[in-house]
């Protein structure tokens, strides 16, 4: 059977598998018996137009849909339609049609899958928020697990479930969140014992934003962000840190107006040894925050207020004691290191995504330029943080020309040179390679860096420059190498957002911007577990010691005695006398021995040399 529908003067031939004679059954288990049950709805024309754009956006006949694709397959065909520029109306009416057709069929006495398990959560789901509800339950129930066995890692797939949808990582994860907060607040969290839920408490919001300051309060706390940020200043701020003192001032002063009900109209009023005691204790207590993040919080706003010159006169010793009193629970290293180690994801895995992310051009070709050309943007930005291994804010804020471009080496840099390109130096002095340079002021360590390119990325930065780059635009060049969905420069969030989004559809697993750091200095120390200086200079650290801080655990004492033993066999070859030898005995346990005492004697002779290095004493 065709049916030819006419939409706005367009004719759409749409071929469904209905058979002649076809009769509606109680319980219709295809789109054609659903089709066929309702053959005077007014609306079936245009369910025929929807579900033929369904079928050819998943690139499948449309008789191989299923009634359960079209409800998992909701919020993708919406993103599908945005990503081939369907007007506003139309996606509403579309998606409209589609929910239209789906409460058709259970209306007809179809039910969907797992229906029974629904009915185990419909209890939690009941007090969820509703931008919660519908998106995570769906997946939550489709994993088929009872409350009682659901586990974290089934959350977390169904995060990436969403995501895969369409969803940034942002909203999936907040929902996530919402969800796990639900099951706090509502008493739930007995239901779903597997799961860590947040501490159940106050978890209102009570921070006020700066810009809602009173006047004078809001031009003091200007004014001290501005001072901790001028250049050229010992103990100067970054912007990420000046904008984590900030938040604390604002939740310190939300915190006065809406729990206390104080009014407060300067840092002095604001910042005193009664209203910090009680804000430590409605964090701890209340919120259920960690001792080590209020220190943190703490420590930064005491080294602002005693070092700031129009408070030289005020004496904040008090402070220094209070953040000194605070208890913080010691943590295990090893634990510490476990728990990094589950988010871990092998570096050649990463390497293998790229080669994944390149093949997958063709399929995002399919969705018209613009979708190419943020594919291969994301592909750039995933080469710069396997291979470059930089901080967020760098990748955020590389300008073309400024900190990205082609140039001669000049004659007094210090950088080191590959042999090809001392080569192709002599060559021709003038000879231009894509580099990087980033000044002082614009590295966490204070001191520059420059380097060459290496060359497999040259023809992808090329690629995207001159091709893909300027199809990203909208409006004024901001003039970063990369940029958001409105051609503007990243925000820390946004690249954190992509970069999750990115990783979980390629790797199947979420990696922020900074794991690749830790990845990376973990596959170089599993491979030259001595070459920590490596590491370090790839990290851009000021000094070792931060290296070896943080890595310096790959680098235990079996590794140093594995390095000894590996030292001693090649002296050993060199000069020809062999080590200690030890001998198995023959009990059942098969237990290694030394040989006896006059072996020994008779193998090492006096003056004999050990190892090459060191003589036995007669």
């Known amino acids: 059977m065709t049916l030819t529908i006419n939409i706005v003067g367009k004719t759409i031939a749409t071929t469904l598998p209905t058979t002649p004679g076809l009769v509606a059954t109680s319980t219709p288990k295809t789109i054609s018996e659903v089709l066929a049950a309702s053959p005077k709805e007014k609306d079936c024309p245009m369910w025929c137009t929807v579900l033929q754009t369904f079928a050819n956006k998943k690139n499948v006949p449309v008789e191989q849909l299923t009634l359960e694709a079209l409800i998992d397959g909701q919020d993708w065909f919406r993103h599908e339609l945005v990503k081939a520029h369907y007007k506003y109306n139309s996606i509403r009416s579309y998606c409209n049609y ?78 996530k969140r919402a969800f796990l907060c639900s099951l706090s607040k509502n008493g739930l969290a007995e239901k779903v014992p597997q799961l860590t839920c947040p501490s159940s408490g106050n978890h209102a919001q009570y921070g006020i934003p700066l810009d809602c300051f009173p006047a004078q309060l809001q031009a003091e706390v200007k004014a001290l962000l501005h001072w901790k940020q ?123 995504a790229l080669a994944h992310m390149h093949d997958a051009r063709k399929e995002a070709a399919k969705h018209g330029f613009l979708a190419l050309a ?52 002599k060559e021709n002095p003038q000879q231009q390679f894509l580099q990087f340079y980033f000044r002082e002021a614009e590295t966490k360590a204070g001191r520059a860096v420059r380097s060459i390119v290496p060359p497999w990325l040259v023809p992808l930065v090329e690629e995207y420059l001159g091709q893909y780059r300027p199809a990203l635009l909208s409006g004024s060049d901001p003039g970063t190498v990369f940029l958001n969905q409105r051609g503007r420069p990243l925000t820390a969030g946004q690249l954190e957002d992509l970069v999750s989004k990115i990783t979980l559809t390629y790797v199947q697993r979420r990696v922020n911007p900074h794991m690749f750091r830790d990845i990376f200095a973990f596959w170089w120390l599993s491979h030259y577990p001595e070459d920590i200086n490596t590491v370090s200079k790839m990290l851009w650290h000021k000094n070792i010691q931060t290296t070896i801080g943080i890595y310096g655990w790959k680098y235990d004492e079996s590794a140093a005695l594995c390095r000894v033993e590996e030292c001693l066999e090649q002296h050993t070859k060199q000069s020809g006398v062999q080590p200690l030898q030890l001998a198995k005995t023959k009990s059942s346990g098969g237990e290694i021995l030394p040989l006896p005492k006059a072996a020994v004697t008779k193998t090492l002779a006096p003056g004999s040399v050990i190892g090459g290095g060191f003589k036995k004493v007669a």
Request: hydrophobic letters at 40%.
């Open 374 to 425: 943020r594919h291969v943007h994301n592909e750039l930005l995933l080469s710069f943080l396997v291979t470059l291994v930089w901080r967020q804010r760098n990748i955020r804020e590389c300008r073309i020309g400024h900190n990205l471009f082609w140039a001669p080496i000049p004659p007094l840099v210090n950088m080191t040179l590959r042999p090809w390109v001392q080569q192709a130096i």
């Open 98 to 175: 589609l929910l239209r057709f789906v409460a058709r069929a259970k209306l007809l006495g179809w039910s969907p899958a797992h229906s029974e398990m629904a009915g185990a959560w419909k209890d939690i789901f009941a007090v969820m928020p509703k931008s919660v509800h519908r998106r995570l339950k769906r997946h939550v129930i489709r994993l088929g697990k009872l409350p009682p066995t659901f586990l974290n890692s089934d959350l977390d797939l169904c995060v990436q479930k969403i995501v895969e949808e369409g969803w940034s990582y942002r909203y999936a994860f907040g929902a």
């Open 230 to 352: 001028m250049p050229y200043r010992k103990g100067r701020h970054r912007p990420i840190t000046a904008l984590s003192l900030e938040s604390s001032i604002c939740r310190l002063y939300g915190f006065a107006v809406n729990v206390q009900k104080r009014s407060v109209i300067s840092l002095t009023e604001l910042i005193t040894k009664e209203s910090i005691e009680e804000f430590q204790a409605f964090l701890l207590q209340e919120r259920g925050v960690k001792g080590y993040s209020l220190v943190g919080v703490l420590r930064l706003l005491h080294a602002a207020l005693k070092h700031y010159p129009p408070y030289k006169q005020q004496d904040f010793g008090w402070l220094g004691q209070v953040i000194s009193e605070i208890y913080i629970p010691p943590e295990n290293e090893t634990e510490i290191r476990n728990r990094k180690l589950l988010k871990y994801v092998d570096y050649e895995i990463l390497r293998e």
